[in-house]
Every structure is written in structure tokens, then in C-alpha cells.
């Protein structure tokens, strides 16, 4: 049962954040659909005690490949299903717990936390950077033939 309400839970995130940036009304479910498979491939990652930053860069990569399949087919810009997608996979709770150590001077905590919240953005970041340019990529290599 846990599966089905992270499922369920990470696809109203999504969904939510995309009302909240205004996306069109025709896409909310498409991102949460995106927000959900993303979070999903993550927690298939750490369920298996596979490393969670390597979880997270492959579910980022998916998003964005997945969120460019979206704008395409649907003459949507990639921006609204790739933020919306990517939400779940935010390291807030972590930079939270990173800051709250930090304030209560408790450093020898804080530092790994930080570290790991840093490693988690820069996982995401590189994901969806990669994507775009296998993207472009391909785009090129199908214009020259």
C-alpha cells in the first residue's frame, strides 16, 4: 500500500505545483504523471539500497525525456511539465534539517546533510541538463540526414 500512496501523493505534488505555475489546465494531469513515474523511479532506487543521488539523477534524466516527449506531442513548452515533474525530487526536508542543525550550532550533523542535500540538487541539475543535450543532440544528427 505504500506504493500506491507515494504514487498517488507525488502525482497531486506534481499536479499542485503545476496549477500553482499557472500551467495550462490540459496538462495538470500530464504532470502529475511525470512527477509521479519520476518519484516512483526513485524510490525503485532506494527500496533496493541502491544510492540515492544516482536514484535521483535517473529519475531527473527520465523526467526531462519524458516531459520533451509531453511538449512535443502536445506544443506545450518542456518548462511546464519538467518543473512540475521535478518537485517530488526536491532535497527540501534536507536542506531544512541541514539549516535547523546549523542554528542550533550542532555542526557535526549539519555538514553531512548539507553535503547530501547539495549532492541531491546537483544530481537533478545534471539530469535534466543531459537530457536537453542528448536532446539537441539527436535533433542535429536527424538534421543532417
Not at 99 to 106: E, L, S
Request: proline fraction near 3%.
Amino acid at each position: 500500500m505504500l506504493w500506491v500512496e507515494q504514487l498517488i501523493t507525488s502525482f497531486i505534488a506534481s499536479a499542485a505545483f503545476g496549477v500553482i505555475f499557472q500551467a495550462p489546465k490540459s496538462t495538470l494531469f500530464k504532470c502529475g504523471l511525470v512527477g509521479s513515474t519520476g518519484w516512483i523511479i526513485y524510490r525503485i532506487f532506494v527500496e533496493w539500497d541502491l544510492n540515492e543521488i544516482t536514484g535521483t539523477f535517473v529519475a531527473s534524466f527520465v523526467i526531462a525525456m519524458i516531459a520533451q516527449f509531453f511538449a512535443r506531442k502536445y506544443k506545450t513548452p518542456v518548462i511546464v511539465f519538467s518543473v512540475a515533474g521535478i518537485i517530488p525530487l526536491v532535497p527540501g526536508g534536507l536542506a531544512y534539517d541541514a539549516m535547523r542543525h546549523f542554528v542550533q550550532n550542532n555542526y557535526e550533523t549539519a555538514l553531512p546533510i548539507s553535503a547530501k542535500a547539495f549532492m541531491v540538487s546537483g544530481a537533478i541539475a545534471i539530469g535534466l541538463v543531459l537530457s536537453e543535450v542528448i536532446n539537441q543532440s539527436v535533433k542535429k544528427i536527424r538534421k543532417r540526414r
